[in-house]
Each structure stands twice: as C-alpha cells, then as structure tokens.
C-alpha cells in the first residue's frame, strides 16, 4: 500500500523561498505518477505539478512555470516542490498524492483519480 506524509510549510514573507517535502512508501513506486496539489479558502483544490516517478517526466500548471520545480529522489523516496517568489495568493493547504500512471489526466485539475493523499502542510505568506 503506497503511503505519503507532506513537511516544510510554514510562515513565510512574501518573495521568500520554501521547500516541501513529502516522503513515499511502497512495495515500488515505479508505475506511478506523484503530484502536488493545493487548496486555498474558499478555492477548488488544483494541480499544480506532477512528476513521473520512474523516469522523472515532469509537468507545471502554466501559471506555476518558473516559480516552482518538482523533484524527486528516489534512493530515499522523497518527493520536493521548491517554491520561488512566494505570493500571498500563494497561501493554501499543499497537498502530495500519488497515482497510477492514469493519474496524468488528472494532474491539471482538482486530483481526482490519484488514489494516495497525504494529510497536507499548510504554507501561509504575509505580506
């Protein structure tokens, strides 16, 4: 059964940097597609980037590009979003979910058809 936990949030200033973290468990993650999600008050949660776990094929919301970069590192089954310039619309709830490789389809969207969800790390920026 794939497991995954999200860390790093916090407060933080407005144009500051941070990291998240999220750690994955499995048998093999191998066929599977890892994203990054989030939710703000009162918003739909939406995707924000996805990244294969095998062979590391990556995809950003365009509105994300350039201010975000998913990784991930395999040896210690860890999954990264860095996130630059951070805004106070950036304040959300940030969510890791894994999935099958069917999940692509649903990267750019609310998440639905990831079966696997951490409990969230919520990132607040003040401006």
């Known amino acids: 059964q794939v497991q995954v936990m999200e860390s790093g949030g916090g407060l933080v200033q407005a144009g500051e940097s941070v990291r998240l973290s999220c750690t994955a468990s499995g048998p093999t993650l191998d066929d599977y597609v890892m994203g990054w999600f989030r939710q703000a008050p009162g918003k739909e949660r939406e995707g924000m980037s996805c990244?294969?776990?095998?062979?590391?094929?990556?995809w950003y919301k365009d509105a994300l590009k350039g201010r975000v970069t998913i990784s991930r590192d395999k040896s210690k089954n860890m999954l990264y979003l860095e996130m630059n310039d951070l805004k106070p619309e950036d304040t959300a709830m940030y969510y890791c979910?894994?999935?099958?490789?069917?999940?692509?389809?649903?990267?750019?969207?609310?998440?639905?058809?990831?079966?696997?969800w951490g409990q969230g790390t919520q990132v607040t920026v003040s401006s």
């Open positions: 979910a894994a999935g099958r490789s069917f999940a692509w389809a649903y990267c750019s969207g609310s998440g639905h058809g990831f079966a696997h």
């Open positions: 990244i294969s776990w095998e062979g590391g094929s990556a």
